[in-house]
Nanobody, 124 residues
């Protein structure tokens, strides 16, 4: 299983970024894909999860309306569109894969495979 994130960078408050997670080495529809983030000195936080096989998406309550998870365009790729970014969104963002696409969760312990992360910095 390989997960490669891209699309991070530096953006001003109120700006947008789209992160990509390219997955390979497994049957994509058998897995749920999640996005997580970790800011310096803070615990890892679940952001969003998608099950492409079941067409379901799940978000952290605090991020609903600003972040959108999707798949498509490129094969076996999941995207995280982040709008109206705030300085508190600054973190390393990781994508992860959970075997069993029926249920999405935001619990990092449910995910067995992780990417290397991509840094998102929102300047005030």
């Amino acid at each position: 299983v390989q997960l490669v994130e891209s699309g991070g960078g530096l953006v001003q408050t109120g700006g947008s970024l789209r992160l990509s997670c390219a997955a390979s080495g497994f049957t994509f529809d058998d897995y749920a894909i999640g996005w997580f983030r970790q800011a310096p000195g803070k615990e890892r936080e679940g952001v969003s999860c998608i099950s492409t096989a079941y067409g379901t998406a799940y978000y952290a309550d605090s991020l609903k309306g600003r972040f959108t998870i999707s798949s498509g365009n490129a094969k076996n790729t999941v995207y995280l569109q982040m709008n109206s970014l705030k300085p508190e969104d600054t973190a390393v963002y990781y994508c992860a894969a959970k075997y069993g696409s029926r249920w999405c969760t935001l619990l990092g312990g449910d995910f067995g495979d992780w990417g290397q992360g991509t840094q998102v910095t929102v300047a005030s």
